[in-house]
């Protein structure tokens, strides 16, 4: 079974093709930061113009290169959300296109259930049942999942994402877009003992998750500072980073207390941030749980997990429609189980 998968919820152009017998023949991505970095944030309407350029000529090429024809392809797989609108209907309008063209089945997929799977590209997917910590731009959601596909929702952030809060702090401190990586990078050079950050919603028992007070906490700490200097934004990123992170993993421990779960899967954006992973790898260790993550080029958004996603939802793809689906918003928890095909 040989199967592409188009991403193009958000800022970037994923294609990937993916063999059931060979794992991922190629993948190529477009990322979109130039476009939307001069505004601080993306864009919904440039995302779509762009992603429309990107798309087809970027599937023609991957398919040169993996020597992919058409009558090789046994389905295609596209993100049908959440995301943004206009971004999602041109994923969707292409793959259902080529499908009706081809003759093959084109299915929706789930943007965040193709993060968490992005951990089945590794070498060792994790075993179920397992603890989803999913954290990327639009989302952060702990989930508890007993088999693939099966989705209890155990906490999520009541206001801003972490990923979120990342780019918002980034932007208050003069860095670039997307903030994740530019706070990650300048936090390297600050120092941890400056400032205190508060860890947001710990002291009360729960798994949910609120961020948008630690963006007021950045504010307030540079007004305090008056002149800021480069060492003062290195202390703040430090600050902000390690605060996102301890709550983050303070969280994950409750989670894994209250399931009794051993496996946890951080997946999304975020979960590129290199302090979470060795933090969660230390609380790994405390609680004897393995931490799965996907490899570095698959945490933030890219068509191998649609692939992948596609390849495990098989049992959808003879409930083909050909209406041309896009939801904004669209709860994971309602999800149906994944059946063995
Ligand atoms: O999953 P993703 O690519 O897109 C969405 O589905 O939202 O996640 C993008 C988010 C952005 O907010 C970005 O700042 C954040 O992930 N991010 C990071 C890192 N790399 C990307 N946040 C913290 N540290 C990073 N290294
Ligand atoms: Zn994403």
């Given at each position: 079974m040989?199967?592409?998968g188009?991403?193009?919820s958000?800022?970037?152009?994923?294609i990937a093709?993916?063999?059931?017998?060979?794992?991922?023949?190629?993948?190529?991505?477009?990322?979109?930061?130039?476009?939307?970095a001069?505004?601080?944030?993306?864009?919904?309407?440039?995302a779509?113009?762009?992603?429309?350029?990107?798309?087809?000529p970027?599937i023609?090429?991957?398919?040169?290169?993996t020597r992919?024809?058409?009558e090789?392809?046994?389905?295609?797989?596209?993100?049908e959300?959440?995301?943004?609108?206009?971004?999602?209907?041109?994923g969707?309008?292409?793959?259902?296109?080529?499908?009706?063209a081809?003759?093959i089945?084109?299915?929706?997929?789930?943007?965040?259930?193709?993060?968490?799977?992005?951990?089945?590209?590794t070498?060792s997917?994790?075993?179920?049942?397992?603890?989803a910590l999913l954290v990327s731009?639009?989302?952060?959601?702990?989930m508890a999942?007993?088999?693939?596909?099966?989705y209890?929702?155990?906490?999520?952030?009541v206001?801003d994402?972490a990923g979120?809060?990342?780019?918002?702090?980034?932007?208050?401190?003069g860095?670039?877009y997307?903030?994740?990586?530019e706070?990650?990078?300048?936090?390297?050079?600050?120092?941890?003992e400056?400032?205190?950050f508060?860890?947001p919603?710990?002291?009360?028992?729960?798994?949910?998750?609120?961020?948008?007070g630690?963006?007021?906490?950045?504010?307030?700490t540079?007004?305090?500072?008056?002149?800021?200097?480069?060492?003062?934004?290195?202390?703040i990123a430090?600050?902000?980073?390690?605060?996102v992170?301890?709550?983050?993993?303070?969280?994950?421990?409750r989670?894994?207390l209250?399931t009794?779960?051993?496996?946890?899967?951080?997946?999304g954006?975020v979960s590129?941030?290199?302090e979470?992973?060795a933090a969660?790898?230390?609380?790994?260790?405390k609680?004897?749980i393995?931490i799965h993550?996907?490899?570095?080029?698959?945490?933030?958004?890219?068509?191998?997990?649609?692939?992948?996603?596609?390849?495990?939802?098989?049992?959808?793809?003879d409930?083909q429609?050909?209406?041309?689906?896009?939801?904004?918003?669209?709860?994971?928890?309602e999800l149906?189980?994944i059946?063995?095909?």
């Amino acid at each position: 079974m040989r199967i592409l998968g188009i991403e193009t919820s958000c800022d970037e152009t994923g294609i990937a093709i993916y063999d059931d017998q060979q794992g991922l023949l190629g993948h190529s991505l477009h990322s979109q930061i130039d476009i939307h970095a001069a505004y601080g944030g993306v864009v919904p309407e440039l995302a779509s113009r762009d992603h429309i350029r990107r798309c087809l000529p970027m599937i023609d090429d991957l398919m040169a290169q993996t020597r992919t024809k058409p009558e090789d392809l046994d389905a295609i797989a596209f993100t049908e959300g959440p995301g943004l609108i206009g971004a999602l209907l041109v994923g969707a309008s292409i793959a259902r296109s080529l499908g009706y063209a081809w003759g093959i089945p084109s299915i929706g997929i789930h943007h965040m259930e193709g993060h968490l799977l992005a951990s089945e590209l590794t070498d060792s997917p994790p075993p179920y049942p397992l603890v989803a910590l999913l954290v990327s731009g639009g989302h952060t959601q702990l989930m508890a999942s007993t088999r693939p596909g099966h989705y209890e929702l155990l906490g999520e952030s009541v206001d801003d994402a972490a990923g979120e809060a990342f780019d918002k702090a980034a932007k208050m401190l003069g860095l670039g877009y997307p903030g994740g990586p530019e706070i990650a990078k300048l936090a390297l050079l600050g120092n941890s003992e400056r400032f205190d950050f508060p860890r947001p919603m710990t002291k009360k028992p729960g798994l949910d998750f609120s961020f948008s007070g630690l963006k007021t906490h950045t504010l307030i700490t540079l007004q305090s500072l008056g002149t800021v200097t480069d060492q003062d934004k290195a202390d703040i990123a430090r600050a902000f980073q390690d605060a996102v992170v301890e709550t983050i993993v303070i969280k994950c421990e409750r989670a894994i207390l209250q399931t009794g779960f051993s496996e946890l899967v951080m997946a999304g954006g975020v979960s590129a941030n290199l302090e979470l992973r060795a933090a969660l790898a230390k609380l790994g260790q405390k609680h004897h749980i393995t931490i799965h993550y996907p490899d570095l080029k698959f945490c933030t958004d890219n068509g191998a997990m649609i692939a992948v996603a596609g390849l495990m939802r098989q049992s959808l793809w003879d409930k083909q429609n050909w209406r041309i689906d896009a939801r904004a918003r669209w709860p994971m928890i309602e999800l149906e189980p994944i059946r063995s095909p």
